[in-house]
């Protein structure tokens, strides 16, 4: 007979699920991670309970007291399970933009949760961060987790979830995929595995939107802008994101998250969060590249009960311009006929740039790297400022004036969408997958109304 002392000791052990319908006969293994499994029904109930023990054991966290946390709903859930058998409080804040759901579990649990607006700066008094942090001071005896800048979340993944995946899987893979919030998961089970596996490659995976995937590959910070998925992403740099761990990351959109999370409940019957779908759709993208007989490993980190009034339902897909209404038009529509896109590469002169750029009658390109992947964007006014400023020299190699990409878009993106990345940055990077369609302005979208009488 196997019988829990409690609810803590479930936690883990979730299992890894072959995909069968949404990659194809020639792709790559994707094996999901299903951490909505767990009993808060996310991969973070792991990090909760391993940095709330460790810190009983400290005597940072007393009988009685009282937990402190900026979450996004899933820590929160973790902890509450814990609060709940061991006898703590917790008080949580979260951001406007999270769903219904996940407010009300966890006042469900007997926690107090403090809503705060999503479109501040992470350094604003209103944000969740701070509002957390000044919770945290007024409350007599409180302990905060800290989980974006604290070691132990990594070390709780590096310690348990890396380990358990290397268990199950013979550290027979390939590839490791997770969305990146934090930062935990790929820090620590992405460190475990790589240290195991030979030949082993990281993927990160971060909405549009976030800081990451820019700073990544050119060390420059983007301006971040509001996103709908939940769970991944970040508008700072967290201390538990540790970069030398990944190999690559890529961004997706919004719909390409819900649709992949979509697809997942409707071809799978694998019921997740949009995190999960954003993870899955680079996985899958991945499987088609890499080709059959190589493993990919996906982690899906919560739930799609959380999101059943979002995402999962057709009507604020619609409302939300995710699912287009009949004849409405895409950019692959927009790019019919126009003509291939003009890169540069890492290394190049700047005189070479700015030459190609008046051939051209250019005033930006993307910056593709050996590999051809696409490393970021230069720009025109950039290269000025850096002569200018004597930081550059036409000789020098364009390295250091190279700019994050932004605006990205796919070619499936509805121009409503489009519109709306016109309003953040001038023009719109086309990517599928790794490669580079377009580069599509303002006139582009002009004309393509003016042609079709859209």
């Avoid at 949760?113 to 350094?123: F, G, H, K, L, Q």
């Avoid at 709780?156 to 998961?185: M, N, R, W």
């Avoid at 970069?243 to 649709?259: A, N, P």
């Amino acid at each position: 007979m196997e019988i829990h002392d409690n609810i803590l000791s479930a936690i883990g052990h979730t299992p890894l699920v072959k995909l069968n319908r949404l990659v194809g006969p020639n792709d790559a293994t994707v094996l999901v991670k299903c951490e909505f499994m767990n009993p808060g029904a996310s991969i973070k109930d792991r990090m909760a309970l391993y940095i709330l023990e460790k810190a009983e054991k400290e005597g940072k966290l007393k009988p009685g007291g009282t937990i402190v946390e900026n979450t996004s709903g899933n820590t929160g859930m973790g902890v509450a399970l814990a609060a709940a058998v061991k006898g703590y409080k917790c008080i949580f804040t979260m951001p406007d933009k999270m769903s219904l759901e996940k407010i009300n579990r966890l006042k469900a649990m007997g926690a107090q949760v403090v809503v705060t607006p999503t479109n501040v700066p992470a350094e604003d008094p209103r944000s969740y961060y701070e509002t957390a942090k000044r919770l945290h001071r007024e409350t007599p005896g409180a302990f905060m987790l800290n989980q974006y800048h604290n070691p132990d979340n990594i070390e709780a993944h590096y310690k348990v979830t890396g380990p358990e995946i290397y268990e199950q899987t013979d550290g027979k893979i390939d590839y490791f995929v997770s969305g990146l919030g934090t930062g935990g998961t790929m820090s620590g089970a992405g460190k475990f595995l790589k240290e195991k596996i030979p030949g082993l490659k990281n993927v990160g995976v971060d909405p549009e939107g976030s800081v990451y995937e820019g700073y990544f590959k050119t060390g420059k910070l983007t301006e971040p802008h509001v996103y709908k998925v939940e769970g991944i992403g970040e508008d700072m740099l967290c201390g538990a994101m540790d970069f030398k761990v990944v190999d690559d990351i890529r961004q997706v959109d919004d719909r390409q998250s819900f649709v992949a999370a979509r697809r997942l409940a409707r071809e799978e019957g694998i019921f997740a969060g949009g995190s999960a779908g954003a993870a899955v759709h680079v996985a899958v993208q991945l499987a088609k590249e890499v080709g059959k007989g190589k493993t990919i490993v996906v982690v899906l980190p919560d739930t799609g009960m959380s999101y059943v009034s979002k995402f999962h339902s057709d009507e604020w897909m619609r409302d939300n311009g995710f699912l287009e209404e009949k004849g409405a038009g895409t950019v692959r529509e927009l790019l019919n006929g126009k003509r291939a896109v003009i890169t540069a590469r890492k290394g190049q002169r700047v005189d070479q740039v700015v030459e190609a750029m008046r051939q051209h009658g250019i005033s930006q390109m993307p910056v593709m790297s050996e590999d051809g992947r696409a490393v970021g964007m230069i720009h025109e006014y950039d290269l000025l400022n850096a002569l200018v400023a004597n930081k550059a020299k036409f000789a020098d190699t364009i390295d250091s004036i190279v700019a994050p990409l932004q605006g990205v878009v796919s070619p499936e993106t509805s121009l409503t969408r489009l519109r709306e990345v016109f309003n953040q940055d001038k023009v719109a990077v086309v990517k599928d997958g790794e490669t580079i369609l377009a580069i599509v302005t303002k006139i582009d979208l002009i004309e393509y109304m003016h042609r079709t009488g859209a």
